[in-house]
């Protein structure tokens, strides 16, 4: 019996564990047949890519933990790059969008994209707690409205539709600069991006939300059971609205960060961002369920979809079969999330 109880639990183990399991595999074979995937350009590039993804996956966690998702995520990054792009090319650029009003101040630029990104995330969480629409519906709307809104500003002033380039260096240095440099172990300093610590503090100011305060305990309450959080006193239309508008905070972060990262930003700019995010943290065991997620797990989901993705080009796997990749991946991961929740209940 003992033994029978001892097999039961490493079949568990292995069948809760096999994203993982296969993850780190998957980065064992690449590294033997690419040896040049675990260099330190390549990790610095993949923490990196990890850490401009970071924000938006935070915030679309939130919305996770409340049973729902947001499609409209990566939309809302492509309108705040695009406008803080604009809004911060150089003044003697000669295809300045609004060549009327020069370099706006960064810090108003910031302030702009985030109150962008809580302002759609307040519509959001609003549509979905006062109307008692499922966020799937809500967001899916307002990812077209944020799309058409994004098509008709690159109209505005000078663009005409086309990219937004001819970003001022106070902008490209405050996120895509380095005051930090680490060796190669071939005699070259490989050059840590800035826009990485400034997730790191994102990151640390979100665990203390989550796991400090009241309304991330509130969260955490209406995400299990909006009934009982309700009759204990929590306002779950007020905190829904929040969770929304905080993760649209995210977005408006990342939207920033992005506009000088791609340093030419297009009508395209942040697709597809929230399907990357929400495997992200569906691998990171963020559960649909509602109610269970950590912001350690996002990390890792966000750090090891980051390593899959830059594995997979480092064999040369074309991006088209990557997308088929990443759907198998988030299949996976929800099948075995819903696993998980059926044996514990």
């Given at each position: 019996m003992?033994?029978?109880?001892?097999?039961?639990?490493w079949g568990?183990?292995f069948i809760?564990?096999?994203?993982?399991i296969?993850l780190?595999a998957?980065?064992i074979?690449i590294?033997?047949?690419?040896?040049?995937?675990?260099?330190?350009?390549?990790i610095?590039?993949?923490?990196?890519l990890?850490?401009?993804?970071?924000?938006i996956a935070?915030?679309?966690?939130?919305?996770i933990?409340?049973t729902?998702t947001?499609?409209s995520?990566g939309?809302v990054v492509?309108?705040?790059?695009?406008?803080a792009a604009?809004l911060l090319?150089m003044?003697?650029y000669?295809?300045?969008?609004?060549?009327?009003?020069g370099?706006?101040p960064v810090?108003?630029?910031?302030?702009?994209v985030?109150?962008?990104g809580?302002l759609?995330?307040?519509?959001?969480?609003?549509?979905?707690?006062?109307?008692n629409?499922?966020?799937?519906?809500?967001t899916?709307a307002?990812?077209?409205?944020?799309?058409g809104?994004l098509l008709?500003?690159?109209?505005q002033g000078?663009?005409?539709?086309?990219s937004?380039?001819?970003?001022?260096?106070?902008y490209?240095?405050?996120?895509?600069?380095s005051?930090?440099?680490v060796?190669?172990?071939?005699?070259?300093?490989?050059?840590i991006?800035n826009?990485?610590?400034?997730?790191?503090?994102i990151t640390?100011?979100?665990?203390?939300v989550w796991?400090k305060?009241?309304?991330?305990?509130n969260m955490?309450?209406?995400?299990?059971?909006p009934?009982?959080a309700?009759?204990?006193?929590?306002?779950?239309?007020?905190?829904?609205i929040l969770?929304?508008?905080?993760?649209?905070?995210?977005?408006?972060f990342?939207g920033f960060?992005?506009?000088?990262?791609?340093?030419a930003n297009t009508a395209?700019?942040?697709?597809?961002?929230?399907?990357d995010?929400?495997a992200?943290c569906?691998?990171g065991?963020?559960?649909?369920?509602g109610?269970i997620?950590?912001?350690?797990?996002?990390?890792i989901?966000?750090v090891?979809?980051?390593?899959?993705f830059v594995?997979l080009?480092?064999?040369?796997?074309s991006?088209?079969?990557?997308?088929i990749?990443k759907g198998l991946i988030?299949l996976?991961?929800c099948?075995?999330d819903?696993?998980k929740?059926?044996v514990?209940k």
């Amino acid at each position: 019996m003992e033994k029978e109880d001892k097999r039961r639990w490493w079949g568990e183990f292995f069948i809760d564990n096999s994203l993982y399991i296969f993850l780190i595999a998957a980065i064992i074979g690449i590294a033997v047949y690419n040896p040049n995937f675990v260099s330190m350009k390549s990790i610095i590039n993949i923490v990196s890519l990890s850490a401009a993804n970071l924000p938006i996956a935070l915030g679309i966690a939130g919305a996770i933990i409340l049973t729902g998702t947001d499609l409209s995520a990566g939309r809302v990054v492509g309108l705040t790059a695009c406008v803080a792009a604009s809004l911060l090319q150089m003044a003697e650029y000669p295809n300045k969008m609004f060549p009327g009003i020069g370099t706006v101040p960064v810090p108003i630029v910031i302030l702009a994209v985030i109150a962008i990104g809580a302002l759609v995330g307040a519509v959001n969480g609003f549509c979905t707690a006062k109307f008692n629409l499922h966020p799937f519906i809500v967001t899916l709307a307002t990812q077209l409205i944020v799309y058409g809104t994004l098509l008709i500003y690159l109209m505005q002033g000078n663009n005409n539709g086309q990219s937004i380039s001819g970003l001022d260096k106070s902008y490209t240095n405050l996120i895509t600069g380095s005051i930090l440099s680490v060796p190669d172990g071939k005699g070259n300093m490989v050059p840590i991006p800035n826009f990485v610590w400034y997730a790191i503090v994102i990151t640390v100011v979100m665990w203390f939300v989550w796991n400090k305060t009241t309304f991330g305990k509130n969260m955490f309450a209406v995400g299990s059971n909006p009934e009982a959080a309700n009759v204990s006193g929590v306002n779950v239309a007020a905190t829904t609205i929040l969770v929304f508008t905080l993760a649209g905070v995210m977005y408006g972060f990342t939207g920033f960060i992005e506009g000088a990262r791609i340093g030419a930003n297009t009508a395209n700019t942040g697709l597809n961002y929230e399907l990357d995010a929400i495997a992200a943290c569906v691998i990171g065991g963020v559960s649909f369920v509602g109610g269970i997620g950590k912001i350690r797990g996002v990390i890792i989901g966000v750090v090891l979809l980051r390593i899959i993705f830059v594995g997979l080009t480092f064999m040369s796997v074309s991006s088209n079969l990557q997308y088929i990749i990443k759907g198998l991946i988030i299949l996976v991961a929800c099948a075995i999330d819903m696993r998980k929740y059926l044996v514990r209940k």
